[in-house]
């Protein structure tokens, strides 16, 4: 049966200059739905953000266009649904997410969500729709990745993305790593992996970029959207110069996060060749993010994804946020080579997530 949807609407995210500006309340509320919903979702709040931490990320962008509505039910914010259109030359891309408190699920509001998503979409002529979610454990029916890699339940998320036209296409584990016991197989990782890196040097700063390292990051950054497993997920081929590490590096900063850039540098050529990111926001006894690891695909076999993971983890603890209790990384399941460097050092599987894709006719 279906019931008709009263009361619903999508109010545009007005995006305040400042938390402290007298506009600011749809994006606080914004900010404390999006945390519960997703507390509710993981049961834990590894995944909560504070809105100034997460206001830089909004503010006007050269690289994408973010559209943001505040889903509304009898007056009150119950949800959101956001839309992302990278601005790379030629992108049939649009990424996408529609999140909505427990108590309202089951309703039509996601249905109705969707319908937004897909006329802003079209509005900007996307054909390619991708949105990830986590899909925690779950007795029942389950669905394996066509990677042939990982597999979850098929739960409302998963049936709300087939319903409306979507198909499966990768697995993402999300791992822990828990500090209180990490750091003697870090240290002797970190051994191990100096003495077989030879020829390569770590470079560790703390952003902002040091500007004589600004074009060695973009390159290996830009290497992050053609250099990664993504099954048959799509991602434009991204360009990073010096000047956008600068604005990527601002929004950590006006956002009052910390973040450490581990890189290993091939000493013949000064060419940064692999890196490693972590961050945490204000509050150091927060979980940590590790955000994009990568090794140029000419410099693998050197052991450099080990060095600069555990280099990284080890000033991390030591001199950062050693109250940060765990860390926390999002891999995809077929990805062997990234998973034996963090299942040795010591990340366990808590969670799974997918992508999702539809192609517009
Ligand atoms: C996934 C999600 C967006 C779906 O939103 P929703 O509002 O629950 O979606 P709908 O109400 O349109 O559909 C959900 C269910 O309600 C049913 N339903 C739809 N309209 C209905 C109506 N008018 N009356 C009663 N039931 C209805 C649907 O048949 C569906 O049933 P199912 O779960 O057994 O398959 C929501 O559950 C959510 O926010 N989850 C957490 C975040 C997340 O995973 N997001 C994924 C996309 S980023």
């Known amino acids: 049966m279906t019931i008709a949807l009263t009361g619903v609407g999508f109010r545009p995210l007005t995006v305040p200059a400042s938390i402290d500006a007298d506009d600011a309340a749809d994006f606080v509320e914004m900010m404390r739905v999006?945390?519960?919903?997703?507390?509710?979702?993981?049961?834990?709040?590894?995944?909560?953000?504070?809105?100034?931490?997460?206001?830089?990320?909004?503010?006007?962008?050269?690289?994408?266009t973010r559209h943001m509505w505040l889903v509304i039910r009898d007056g009150d914010?119950?949800?959101?649904?956001?839309?992302?259109i990278p601005h790379e030359t030629g992108?049939?891309?649009?990424?996408?997410?529609?999140?909505?408190?427990?108590?309202?699920?089951?309703?039509?509001?996601?249905?109705?969500?969707?319908?937004?998503?897909e006329q802003t979409a079209?509005?900007?002529?996307?054909?390619?729709?991708?949105?990830?979610?986590?899909?925690?454990?779950?007795?029942?029916?389950?669905?394996?990745?066509?990677?042939?890699?990982?597999?979850?339940?098929?739960?409302?998320?998963?049936?709300?993305?087939?319903r409306h036209g979507y198909a499966l296409e990768q697995i993402e584990r999300k791992s822990v790593l828990d500090f209180r016991t990490a750091m003697p197989l870090v240290e002797q990782h970190h051994l191990d992996a100096l003495a077989a890196s030879h020829g390569y040097r770590v470079v560790q700063w703390q952003a902002p970029t040091p500007a004589e390292l600004r074009d060695g990051y973009a390159w290996v950054k830009s290497r992050m959207s053609t250099d990664v497993p993504a099954a048959?997920?799509?991602?434009?081929?991204?360009?990073?110069?010096?000047?956008?590490?600068?604005r990527h590096d601002q929004r950590y900063l006006d956002?009052?996060?910390?973040?450490?850039?581990?890189?290993?540098?091939?000493?013949?050529?000064?060419?940064?060749?692999?890196?490693?990111?972590?961050?945490?926001?204000?509050?150091?006894?927060?979980?940590?993010?590790?955000?994009?690891?990568?090794?140029?695909?000419e410099h693998?076999?050197?052991?450099?994804?080990?060095?600069?993971?555990?280099?990284?983890?080890k000033t991390w603890h030591?001199?950062?946020?050693?109250?940060?209790?765990?860390?926390?990384?999002?891999?995809?399941?077929?990805?062997?080579?990234?998973?034996?460097?963090?299942?040795a050092i010591g990340f366990a599987p808590a969670s799974y997530s997918a992508g999702w894709k539809k192609v517009l006719a």
């Not at 993981?42 to 997460?54: K, Q, S, V, Y």
């Not at 997920?233 to 110069?241: G, H, K, L, P, V």
């Not at 052991?303 to 280099?311: H, I, W």
Request: with cysteine.
């Open 34 to 64: 999006r945390n519960i919903v997703y507390a509710e979702i993981a049961g834990n709040d590894d995944e909560a953000m504070t809105p100034e931490a997460l206001l830089p990320h909004y503010q006007p962008d050269p690289d994408e």
């Open 77 to 84: 914010v119950v949800g959101r649904v956001g839309v992302d």
């Open 91 to 117: 992108s049939k891309n649009a990424y996408w997410l529609i999140e909505i408190l427990r108590a309202h699920h089951g309703a039509g509001i996601g249905s109705r969500a969707y319908d937004l998503v």
């Open 122 to 162: 079209r509005e900007y002529g996307r054909t390619v729709l991708q949105s990830w979610a986590e899909h925690p454990d779950a007795s029942g029916e389950r669905l394996t990745a066509p990677t042939g890699f990982g597999d979850i339940p098929r739960d409302r998320a998963a049936r709300f993305y087939q």
């Open 232 to 246: 048959d997920m799509e991602f434009d081929e991204e360009t990073w110069d010096a000047e956008r590490i600068v």
């Open 255 to 297: 956002g009052g996060q910390t973040v450490l850039v581990t890189a290993a540098q091939h000493v013949g050529t000064g060419e940064l060749v692999a890196f490693n990111e972590l961050v945490v926001g204000a509050d150091r006894t927060a979980a940590t993010h590790q955000e994009d690891t990568l090794v140029l695909k």
């Open 300 to 313: 693998r076999g050197h052991r450099l994804g080990m060095l600069v993971k555990c280099a990284g983890l």
């Open 318 to 343: 030591a001199e950062i946020a050693p109250d940060s209790p765990r860390v926390i990384t999002f891999n995809a399941e077929e990805n062997r080579p990234m998973l034996d460097i963090n299942e």
